[in-house]
């Protein structure tokens, strides 16, 4: 979505960001990236998935089969070849910081209480580079909420697309 700003920002009308970072990785995270692509690379996607639930949820649902099945079953649908993709181009991203200013598209931020990836600073820091930002904080949800809150969060966005 950052980039997208960047480069065509008159395309964007509205903009929402879930469970964002505006930052590039730094060395930690690298690192743990890494560490995931040489799992994935050995034949071992199946454990990266299972080491990454526990960020994606709170403590309390990691006991959920049903939202421990979707985190399951979106990784199966994405692969392991898209993963590491994913994971190459995170690891290149340009930090956004810089550019936030220049977002001048309605914007909603979207974060969980319970996020184990992104934090409240994280929002705090967009919330106040992003002019006229909105910041919705989702109760007892981790860095999936539009999965674990659908009925806070389905709403959230459509009232904001919508207005």
């Known amino acids: 979505a950052f980039e997208v700003m960047r ?7 509205k903009l929402v960001l879930i469970s964002t970072l505006a930052s590039a990785d730094g060395p930690a995270q690298t690192e743990r990236r ?3 692509i040489d799992l994935v690379e050995s034949g071992r996607f199946d454990q990266v998935v ?5 960020i994606l949820y709170p403590p309390e649902k990691r006991s959920d089969e049903k939202l421990i099945g979707l985190a399951r079953d979106m990784a199966a649908a994405t692969g392991a070849e898209t993963f590491l993709r994913q994971q190459r181009a995170i690891m ?8 936030l200013g220049d977002i001048k598209a309605p914007t ?3 974060w969980g209480d319970a996020d184990g990836i992104t934090s409240k600073a ?9 002019p006229g930002a909105r910041l919705e904080i989702v109760p007892d949800a981790g860095h999936l909420p539009t999965i674990e809150a659908p ?5 959230l966005i459509a009232n904001f697309i919508n207005n």
């Open 92 to 99: 290149a991203r340009v930090d956004s910081h810089p550019s």
């Open 108 to 110: 909603l931020l979207v």
């Open 50 to 54: 299972e080491e990454r639930i526990p």
């Open 34 to 36: 890494q560490g995931y």
């Open 122 to 130: 994280h929002q705090d820091e967009m919330l106040a580079a992003i």
């Open 7 to 13: 480069r065509a920002p008159e395309r964007v009308a």
């Open 151 to 155: 009925e806070i969060v389905a709403p």
